[in-house]
Nanobody, 124 residues
Framework: QVQLVESGGDLVQAGGSLRLSCAAS????????MGWFRQAPGKEREFVAA??????YYANSVRGRFTTSRDNAKNTLYLQMNSLKPEDTAVYYC???????????????????WGQGTQVTVNS
């Protein structure tokens, strides 16, 4: 079992930056794929970014602006978001795919543990 807690969401102006954190507890997740998803009001939860042993993966809408990384010593995943746009407004969730050895990092069904989410609001 693992518990995930996101933080760092805030209200920011367009063009600004935020860094989200996802602290894991209960077990180490350094060897497991981790992902970020987001859900805007009235929309489906969508893939944002993922990090695994094979590299990092990004949605086309955020590639070049967002970067995901992790600090294994802190058992924490990060999402650095730059050049934020109003369309980035959403609740952001981190997720863990414990023991996953596949290659589909984009699907929600890959991830078995989810955090509670943190709100990011970008004003124009």
């Amino acid at each position: 079992q693992v518990q995930l807690v996101e933080s760092g969401g805030d209200l920011v102006q367009a063009g600004g930056s935020l860094r989200l954190s996802c602290a894991a507890s209960g077990r180490t997740v350094s060897g497991d794929p981790m992902g970020w998803f987001r859900q805007a009001p009235g929309k489906e939860r969508e893939f944002v970014a993922a990090l695994s042993w094979s590299g990092t993966y990004y949605a086309n809408s955020v590639r070049g602006r967002f970067t995901t990384s992790r600090d294994n010593a802190k058992n924490t995943l990060y999402l650095q978001m730059n050049s934020l746009k109003p369309e980035d407004t959403a609740v952001y969730y981190c997720a863990a795919a414990l023991y996953y050895r596949g290659t589909d990092y984009y699907s929600r069904s890959t991830y078995s543990y989810w955090g509670q989410g943190t709100q990011v609001t970008v004003n124009s």
